[in-house]
């Protein structure tokens, strides 16, 4: 057997640094351990003779650096301040240096005796998480060779053979489930709970298997040798393996959707036990009973979250119509409230308009990228108006996804869910008449949408009945009837509704 090298001075200097205190600031903790690493290892990764106590030290300070950039991420609103940004990206790529150092040292120990390595494969995957984790925080991409070391994990420890509820077979589809989940599409928060919520009772049921043979429209298959993440087969077939040179896999999410399906009604019943016993339902009251739920989401919240996780993982979604490349700039209104103030103003209030570069577009939605910085809450489920001219009328979206991949640019995808809208007040029955809130009348939009629709604050849908007012020249008011929700994300919830004929 071959002998443990000996760690250099400087290793030794950089494992007493680790065994001690992290410094208050974040930054200045990062700072010096770059500077450390790179006195230990030179411009070099962390190689071969780097000893296991020290590559495990610095996993566990990339995992504390990164809980600890967690919540200044999630505090943020995209895009990420530049310097935070930076320091988020730097520590991505000095993370995935040690894990592939863990990785490798994690296959060294399992060829040199039968389950050696175990601990370091734990650590090694934990980081790759880390490093998807914080990457997704920021809207951003993770570094390059990311996914391939995962790949290179699963493949070597045959994940795809190993038992449901084998701790590292849960952790690489974690990986997978939330990539085909769409996470430039969710909040930081939803984001955050979901690699919380996320094991072996949702993912064992996951199907994982070697060849391509699954084309279900909800199949996706995995080049194990490209630095990619899963492909949707309906999207794009999967080539054959003597075109890639590589092993594919295919990944099939459907029956965690239908496991999604029992949380659901689970949430549901706790929220309206609550409603009945005229108790507001927090999260303390959901993970009371059963540790089901980690904290962070509402009720609401997290009913809302499950549906578009199982709708994403019953069918992949495949875009209907072709974007056209264009450039042009409009303006644009962020924020229901700040939509809502631009249509009731009777003029245009200028601290409310920024301009923005539209990239594509296409019948149904645009994407549009900030030419001048961003003034509002920019995040996925959010509402937004733009139009080209001052003289159009105002078109109302919703935030699909957002990317970030350069610090202070941001880049979001729209779905045009009105060509015009009215600014009015809502209040349902049962509910005070002092809890009126703002909403936006939206017309008929064909085929989409036969019936006019209102797009309100997320948690206004009370009931069936409700009344609204419109102030115009004259103030309009009248008692319509909801026809149940069409949307509903963590800022605004989108319903169709019929004027009632009958007095409540």
Not at 297 to 303: A, I
Request: one cysteine or more; aromatic letters at 6%; a negative charge.
């Amino acid at each position: 057997m071959e002998a443990p090298s000996t760690p250099s001075d400087a290793e030794q200097s950089l494992l007493r640094w680790l065994d001690s205190e992290p410094a208050d600031a974040v930054e200045d903790d990062l700072a010096a351990l770059r500077a450390r690493m790179h006195d230990a290892f030179g411009g070099t990764a962390a190689g071969p003779a780097t000893s296991d106590a020290l590559l495990c030290a610095l996993a566990e300070r990339m995992g504390d650096i990164g809980g600890r950039l967690r919540p200044l991420l999630l505090a943020r609103q995209l895009p990420v301040d530049v310097p935070l940004f930076e320091a988020n990206e730097q520590l991505c790529v000095l993370a995935l240096d040690v894990a592939t150092a863990v990785s490798a040292a994690a296959g060294r120990a399992g060829r040199a005796r039968p389950g050696g390595g175990a601990e370091l494969c734990e650590y090694a995957i934990g980081v790759v998480t880390e490093i998807f984790v914080l990457s997704a925080l920021a809207a951003a991409a993770p570094p390059a060779g990311t996914w391939r070391l995962a790949h290179d994990f699963a493949a070597h420890h045959e994940v795809a053979k190993a038992a449901a509820d084998d701790p590292l077979r849960c952790a690489y589809l974690r990986l997978l489930a939330v990539a085909v989940a769409q996470p430039e599409g969710l909040t930081g928060r939803e984001i955050a709970w979901l690699y919380d919520f996320l094991d072996a009772r949702v993912l064992g049921a996951a199907v994982l298997a070697r060849g391509t043979g699954d084309t279900s429209a909800s199949a996706w298959w995995i080049d194990l040798g490209a630095d990619l993440g899963p492909q949707s087969v309906a999207r794009r077939p999967a080539p054959s393996e003597s075109v890639l040179g590589g092993d594919l896999w295919s990944f099939n999410p459907r029956p965690m959707a239908q496991k999604l399906g029992e949380c659901i009604e689970w949430v549901t019943a706790r929220m309206t036990a609550a409603e009945l016993a005229g108790m507001q339902g927090e999260v303390e009251s959901l993970d009371a009973e059963e540790a089901l739920f980690p904290p962070g989401l509402s009720p609401l919240e997290t009913v809302a979250l499950l549906r578009r996780l199982r709708s994403h993982w019953m069918a992949a979604p495949v875009r209907g119509q072709p974007r056209r490349q264009h450039q042009y700039v409009v303006q644009v209104g962020i924020g229901l409230q700040s939509v809502w103030d631009l249509g009731s103003g009777g003029r245009d209030d200028p601290a409310l308009l920024q301009e923005w570069m539209v990239l594509n577009e296409s019948p149904g939605g645009l994407a549009i990228m900030s030419v001048a910085g961003v003034r509002g809450e920019i995040e996925a489920g959010g509402a937004l108006a733009l139009r080209r001219k001052p003289e159009q009328a105002w078109s109302v979206c919703i935030v699909r996804w957002v990317r970030s991949d350069c610090p202070g640019q941001v880049e979001v995808g729209l779905q045009i869910i009105g060509q015009s809208f009215h600014p009015v007040m809502v209040g349902f029955r049962g509910r005070a008449v002092q809890q009126l809130s703002p909403a936006l009348a939206l017309p008929i939009m064909e085929p989409l949408r036969r019936h006019p629709a209102m797009l309100a604050v997320a948690g206004t849908y009370a009931s069936r009945r409700f009344v609204f007012v419109r102030g115009t020249q004259t103030v309009y008011v009248a008692q319509a009837r909801a026809l149940g929700l069409d949307l509903q994300t963590p800022s605004v919830e989108l319903f169709q509704y019929e004027i009632d004929p009958y007095p409540i």
